[in-house]
């Protein structure tokens, strides 16, 4: 089992609007382990958005403890957040928020100029991005150029240009046909087998399906949490698309593939057909962990040129980080 990464506990966002309120969150908690894929799922206004700003340190709990890489987040300054969330976290977002004036490489080295790392080192890192995502032949053209598919991948180059140990994407398929979507998630899976901890956020059950762990929020509080078989997603209708089986019974989550169960004596079968996709539910989680947790060298050595991740969503004032989330700016 890896080191925690992300853990929730508790937590609450109530947002005031004069006389009324509204629940976003509602006590949810949950841990995540370096290297795991996750996806949280629920119908629109669930919460969904909400708990992923928590985890990205883009907002605060009303109530609740946030611990991101095995530090308590409740008493840290906007300051320290932000080197927080600008040394561990990539975000990617449904409208991929490319500079449209810039090339597509300097979108990509755009995170490396908010660090302080010399210029030099800029382009050959911004390129092995680029490469991964198999657009460096498109690198000195502009946003407009590309298609919705390759925009959305240079926002996962940008999201991985410093090597962060967590990747945020809230709707990352949500404006892709399902094909491009196909050829996102089979992007992610790359990255995930490379070991960065993945949240991805969505309303799609095919990708949902297609995720190890799927912790579904329902009006601000945990439906289930539960791993799974994933089933690749194919693009296909949801009506057409293999569905995982569900165990009912809280289980522990590493345990996914389950053996047949059969009387003693009994020669085991061989299964003539594939087994179909399990599910298993997540026990409630233990409470956050506070100490240190261990990093992976290669990353502990980015992280310590990595001062700075872009955009700097902390240092916006609320409206226009807000515009820019929600995805208004340009
Ligand atoms: N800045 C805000 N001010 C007031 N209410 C908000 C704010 N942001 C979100 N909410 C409310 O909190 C609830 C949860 O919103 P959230 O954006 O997290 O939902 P979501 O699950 O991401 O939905 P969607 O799938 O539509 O993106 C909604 O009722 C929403 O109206
Ligand atoms: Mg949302």
Do not use: W
């Not at 890192?125 to 598919?149: D, I, Q, T």
């Not at 404006?175 to 196909?182: C, I, N, P």
């Not at 289980?251 to 085991?268: E, I, K, N």
């Not at 990093?295 to 820019?324: G, S």
């Amino acid at each position: 089992m890896g080191a925690t990464v992300i853990s929730m506990k508790d937590v609450t966002r109530v947002y005031k609007m004069g006389d009324t309120e509204e629940h976003a969150l509602r006590g949810i908690s949950f841990n995540i382990t370096q290297g795991e894929f996750v996806a949280i799922m629920g119908p629109s206004g669930s919460g969904k958005s909400t708990c992923m700003n928590m985890i990205g340190c883009l907002d605060r709990p009303t109530s609740g403890i946030v611990e991101i890489d095995g530090r308590p987040t409740e008493k840290m300054s906007e300051k320290e957040l932000a080197v927080l969330r600008n040394k561990t976290v990539g975000f990617v977002f449904q409208q991929y928020h490319l500079i449209p004036s810039l090339t597509i490489v300097e979108n990509v080295m755009l995170p490396l100029r908010y660090q302080k790392i010399e210029k030099s080192e800029r382009l050959p890192l911004a390129e092995a991005a680029l490469e991964k995502v198999a657009l460096v032949g498109k690198m000195n053209f502009r946003p407009h150029e590309l298609s919705g598919g390759q925009k959305q991948r240079v926002a996962i180059a940008r999201a991985l240009v410093t090597r962060p140990k967590i990747i945020l994407a809230d709707e990352p398929t949500g404006a892709l046909d399902s094909e491009t979507g196909k050829q996102i998630m089979a992007l992610f899976n790359e990255i995930n087998a490379d070991g960065t901890t993945i949240v991805i956020v969505t309303h799609d059950p095919r990708i949902g399906a297609a995720i190890r762990r799927c912790i579904h929020i329902f009006d601000g509080k945990i439906k289930a949490d539960v791993t799974q078989t994933p089933v690749p997603f194919t693009g296909d209708s949801p009506d057409s698309a293999e569905k995982p089986r569900i165990l009912a019974q809280p289980q522990r989550a590493q345990a996914v593939q389950a053996q047949p169960r059969r009387a003693p004596g009994q020669p085991q079968r061989q299964p003539a057909q594939p087994r179909p996709p399990v599910v298993q539910v997540r026990p409630p989680v233990a409470p956050a962990q506070s100490s240190a947790q261990a990093v992976q060298p290669q990353q502990q050595v980015v992280q310590q040129r990595a001062q700075k991740q872009m955009p700097d969503l902390a240092t916006l004032p609320p409206a226009a980080r807000n515009a820019y989330i929600n995805g208004t700016i340009k």
